[in-house]
């Protein structure tokens, strides 16, 4: 599942009319927007616009509302891909960006491991289970995070990128994927979720009428996308709900 197929739903700048219900805070070189109360935690992890594109913020405040504290951090560091630049010019070009500002190994690993976990159970004294959801990119970093036992609890990936096989492989907990029409399928990601002891608790809805990007992107003024983005988070809701409050 690369990342940005054909036909992508470009940058989407913030609502100015929408009031954001939570704040930005430092935890040791990581800003974080911080929302909600919750017993249980949602990590937001955001797709190449970065830490205010699109609706990432609204999702984080429906996640609180839902009874979650939701933590959304800025691996990238102030460094978002430049919406002027959109679609990428080369997927090189893609690559050595997400490298330099979000890659696995160097950035969002310890960032997850050592800031953003450690924050919400010492910090925030969360004592339940912990969730993670990931747009595009972000789904990979949700993914990826999951190899660790007991780091979190379950993941969610919408329209999910840079995904495959070999890293649903190390996945030790449920998973949730919901990828656009114009997003490769997830058959062979469900095959090999499928042999695991928590296989039968994987999720799997295809979004077919949307295009990459639609549910933190799309226009909410054209009825499909509406129908579909309140869809989705149905069922990240509910999903949560489920791997993370029973």
């Not at 040791?28 to 609706?55: C, H, K, M, P």
């Not at 996945?171 to 997003?183: I, S, V």
């Not at 499928?194 to 799309?218: A, E, N």
């Amino acid at each position: 599942m690369s990342c940005c197929p054909k036909g992508s739903l470009g940058h989407l700048a913030p609502s100015e009319s929408y009031v954001q219900k939570g704040t930005v805070v430092r935890f040791q070189d990581l800003d974080l927007y911080v929302v909600g109360s919750g017993e249980t935690a949602v990590i937001v992890v955001y797709d190449i616009f970065g830490f205010n594109g699109g609706r990432v913020r609204q999702v984080c405040d429906s996640l609180a509302e839902q009874g979650h504290t939701v933590v959304l951090p800025d691996f990238y560091r102030g460094e978002a891909w430049d919406p002027a630049n959109f679609p990428p010019p080369s997927f090189p070009d893609l690559i050595a960006w997400i490298q330099r500002v979000g890659g696995w190994d160097a950035v969002t690993k310890p960032d997850v491991v050592e800031r953003v976990v450690p924050f919400l159970r010492n910090e925030k004294k969360i004592t339940g289970k912990i969730g993670i959801i990931g747009f595009c990119w972000g789904a990979s970093v949700a993914v990826a995070s999951s190899q660790f036992e007991g780091l979190v609890h379950a993941v969610a990936g919408i329209h999910p990128s840079f995904v495959d096989e070999k890293l649903v492989s190390e996945a030790t907990c449920p998973q949730l994927f919901c990828p656009a029409g114009n997003d490769a399928p997830t058959d062979p990601l469900k095959a090999v979720l499928d042999q695991k002891p928590f296989g039968d608790r994987c999720v799997y809805h295809p979004f077919p009428d949307m295009l990459h990007g639609w549910s933190v992107r799309g226009d909410l003024n054209d009825p499909t996308v509406a129908r579909d983005v309140a869809l989705v988070f149905d069922l990240v809701f509910s999903f949560f709900d489920k791997e993370l409050k029973n």
